[in-house]
């Protein structure tokens, strides 16, 4: 009868301290450096969040422009008027900027004939040279946000880390502070470092996946800049694509 009226007490004093393991407790009783951690994961998810939603959004119309775009550069039987169509394209569709650099190249090489720059370029030269630089920038301008995500990617754990350590730490001070190591000294602390660790991983995980998944949008979108270059250069150099009659 003694040992059910001792255990009890011990079992309530348990269920406490575990409360106190809460993410409620760590707002409560949040230290300097753990608001820091806090707010840089808070900015680094919103960071990761816009750049996720961003990229989504704009693969989103680059896929439902890119076919009707070259579809409608080639079915145009007057170069003038595909040219026209290009130049209403919004500023962030690329295959309207490659073609129309292409288009602007033959045409300057071609108010240039019998110069100095025709002699030392020929026609094909040219508009190469301009659509490698036109499938260069836009293939940049694909990567808007990837830094930011890969970075988040790397380092939101670390910083979650830090928080952890310093949960920990806390929780040593509190044993040397009381002289006990039982649940109730150090449930607040660990709780803390363990709430911060999932905060880290819950910031880094969708930045790694974002970052591999438009990687790899990226790399198609390449391909197919480069397939249309490929053709630009044909037709501008000699007239016809490949494979066409002339």
Known sequence: MLQETTAAPSTGGNAEALTQMGFANLIEHMTVVNWIVFIVLILMSVLSIYWIIYNFFKHIRLKSNSDRVIAT?????NAQDAIRFMEEQPRSEPFSKVALDAAQAAAHHQRHDGSRLAESLSRSEFVDRALRQAVTRESAGLEDGLTVLATVGATAPFVG???????????????????QADIGAVAGPVGEA?????????????AVLGYNFFVRLNRGVNAKLDTFAHDLHD??????????AR
């Open 194 to 206: 363990l709430i911060m660790t999932a905060i880290g991983l819950a910031v880094a995980i969708p």
């Open 73 to 77: 550069f080639w079915e145009t039987p």
């Open 235 to 244: 037709f501008f150099a000699t007239g016809a694509r490949v494979g066409e």
């Open 161 to 179: 880390l830090l928080g952890t350590v310093w949960g920990i730490y806390n929780a040593l001070i509190r044993i040397g502070a009381t002289g």
